[in-house]
């Protein structure tokens, strides 16, 4: 057990981190939650939801370019930055080329929206989260990622949440060209922010940094297999709620607003909380824990799908538990990524195994929508309960080993 970094470096560091994710999350969660609740509201059938989540195969195939940011960059303006500056600068114009075409007026227009959108998010989280592993001490990963799940969550405020809300009020071009605007603004103190020089490790005319690399490690199958149940848990259980919601016959606003308003504060909370069990428990107890939670939470939904619940007070208190083990399962995951990673690629390795989580988005979110169309939802949120079972005995029996293997490769680099 250890105490917690609150040193004022340690603050500054933080609250970098909260400002990248926060911006980020916006255009992730309004991806994968705003727009299928938007689509349904607009007349979509259930079983088309997963046309959707094509967008975000983006980011489950950005580890094919992600080398790219660990061997080029500008030195003037820094390693992370040279990608992190533009990716942004495009994610927030990505979105006013939406606000001009909404999917009423043109499936095709707002379709390659989506697609720029995603491509944009996609090199900023490459971006973004090696520059993170690079900042953070190990023993700030913890609260680190509590605060990038946080920052995260904050961001679903606008995506999934007020921006639904705006959407009905203010109309599609005037609520998707505000959230254009705010992207850049948000991250502004990642973007200016002069970045140090790259670790020592680094030396990309040695051995450059390659898919290769890190395909050869014999930790990386265990890896890969951990990021996709994990991944699995927690896009099967999440993206179906709106929908739920809204086939419950909540109003889009309601939505907007349980999801936004309950769901993001449950979510900042889980997040934190399980950031700092990483320094109290460890990083293998803390990941058995959040995986545990998310089974508890899937049971409850499975009930309260069945009994065919539709009180707002219910509905309230999944969205609560939902969003809680979502960011709680999000922040020990990706704590533990950051320890898998090898200092010579950090890009490279940490796209690839989240890359394999985001795969999930996709086959989770569409397997998800496919499962309550064909059987309903209590039958779907009974299969996430098992694929948690699943992921919590490969936690169990699978940490471990990637952990000893982690010690070996970052001794040999140190």
Known sequence: MSSLPLGRRSLGKFALVFSLYLSQGVATTFLVLGVPSVLRKYGMPLNLLWVAYLPVM??????????????????????????????????????????RVSPQQSVTGAAVAFFLIALSGANMDIATDAYTVELLEPAERGLGNGLQSAGLAC????????SLVMIERLGWSAALALIGFLIPVIAAPGLLRREGPPPAAVDTRVRPASLGGFFRRPETPFTLLLALLTGLVHFML????????????????????????????????????????????????????????????????AALASAHVTALLPLALMVGAVNFAMSAIFAVFYANVMNW??????????????????????????????????????????????????????????????????????????
């Open 58 to 99: 983006l980011y489950s195939i950005k580890f094919l370019w992600a080398p790219l940011a660990d061997r080029h960059w500008f030195p003037s303006i820094g390693r992370r930055r040279s990608w992190l500056i533009p990716a942004t600068l495009c994610l927030g114009l990505s979105f006013l080329i939406l606000s």
């Open 155 to 162: 961001g679903g405020l606008v995506g999934r949440g007020l």
């Open 238 to 301: 999440g993206p179906i709620v709106g929908p739920f919601l809204v086939d419950a016959g909540l109003s889009l606003a309601q939505v907007g607003a349980l999801q936004g308003v309950l769901g993001t504060g449950a979510g900042i909370v889980g997040a934190l909380m399980a950031g700092a069990s990483v320094n109290w428990l460890g990083f293998r107890r803390a990941y058995l824990v959040t995986v545990g939670m998310a089974l508890a939470v899937a049971l409850l939904a």
């Open 341 to 414: 990673c090898s200092p010579a690629q950090v890009a490279t390795d940490f796209t690839a195994i989240s890359s394999m989580f985001s795969l999930m988005a996709v086959l989770g979110a569409t397997g998800a929508a496919f499962m309550a169309h064909r059987f309903g939802y209590g039958a779907h949120f009974m299969l996430v309960a098992g694929v948690a079972g699943i992921a919590l005995i490969a936690v169990a029996r699978l940490s471990t080993r990637v952990a000893a293997a982690t010690a070996r490769l970052t001794t040999s680099s140190g």
